[in-house]
């Protein structure tokens, strides 16, 4: 396939940078997944103000305006249609290359952009007999304190995933020390209680989801659902009628059990079938 560095396309096993790099040091950076469905984008400009509002938080120096990102992710994916009808494209931005290892953020430095694409699998069925369903543990959330910032330093997510999937599951749920809800691992979490779809709100202990945003905007704009942003208890999670996790490669994933033990009924939920359809309607850029 054919990646992006540094203001070049090249073969992706040509792409080569260097081990002073910031990112690889340090995690020193900021990324982006984002899916492309037959060449057609899903939130692409929320995923890319996401990203110029990540590089300026840690002060990266961002060298494109969101119009040239569009367009440069635009041509990579256009560069890779013979790798398949669905790709996810993953965007990294790291610091750069300093000339020693220092912590402190050295001066004059050019960020290291680096992109490739990746075939995703193409959508679930929007058929709550057919949907893949999904297995967690829950954990006590123990990354940092600035999870709305989408850092490549990922070794926190990546541990809690790994205690989920070595249990023979497909995800780990966190909640922060008080019992509440935070995420998933690698996806923000919902839950749905006699008909109500709630789900944490945007705060400093979770990553501002772009499904979860596309998710709200259309249950919104239909009508047909209540939605709430609100805290919510591991005892909530516990008696919940369903349980979604979400993302920009999962969409609106069903969970149906939860540490062993029955999500609900057991079954994949009513409320995920209409939810899913108002999101599949709508979630095209
Ligand atoms: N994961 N929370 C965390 C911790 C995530 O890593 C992700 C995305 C999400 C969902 O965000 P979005 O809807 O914008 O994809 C929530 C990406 C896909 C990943 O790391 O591969």
Redesign the pocket.
């Known amino acids: 396939s054919i990646a992006y560095l540094n203001g070049e396309y090249l073969p992706l096993e040509e792409a080569r940078i260097s081990p002073l790099d910031r990112g690889f040091l340090f995690g020193d950076g900021i990324?982006?997944?984002?899916?492309y469905y037959n060449g057609k984008s899903v939130?692409l400009m929320?995923?890319i103000n996401?990203m110029i509002n990540g590089l300026a938080a840690i002060e990266i120096k961002n060298n494109h305006t969101a119009d040239e990102w569009k367009t440069l992710l635009d041509d990579l994916i256009a560069k890779n249609s013979d790798q398949g009808e669905n790709l996810?494209v993953?965007v990294h931005v790291s610091r750069g290359t300093d000339t020693k290892r220092y912590h402190a953020y050295p001066e004059g430095v050019e960020p290291t952009i680096f992109c490739f694409t990746f075939a995703i699998k193409d959508p679930e069925p929007v058929d709550r007999t057919r949907v893949h369903q999904y297995s967690m543990i829950s954990t006590e959330d123990l990354?940092w304190q600035r999870?709305h910032i989408?850092s490549t330093a990922?070794l926190g997510?990546v541990i809690h995933f790994q205690e989920g999937y070595s249990t023979g599951n497909d995800e780990a749920l966190l909640y922060n020390a008080k019992g509440e809800l935070t995420?998933?691992?690698?996806?923000?979490a919902f839950i749905v209680k006699d008909g109500v779809i709630i789900t944490p709100i945007q705060d400093n202990q979770?990553?501002?989801?772009?499904?979860?945003?596309?998710i709200i905007d259309s249950i919104k704009a239909d009508g047909s659902l209540k939605i709430e942003e609100r805290t919510v208890t591991m005892d909530e999670v516990r008696n919940a009628d369903e349980l979604w996790i979400?993302?920009?490669?999962?969409e609106i994933a069903p969970v149906t059990k939860l540490d062993g033990k029955p999500v609900g009924n057991g079954e994949v939920g009513e409320i995920w079938e209409k939810a899913f359809q108002i999101y599949t309607a709508s979630k095209f850029d």
Do not use: A
Not at 246 to 250: I, L
């Open positions: 990324y982006e997944v984002i899916p939130g929320p995923h996401r996810g993953y990354r999870c989408k990922l997510n995420e998933g691992s690698s996806c923000n979770i990553l501002p989801g772009i499904t979860r945003r596309i979400t993302s920009s490669s999962k």
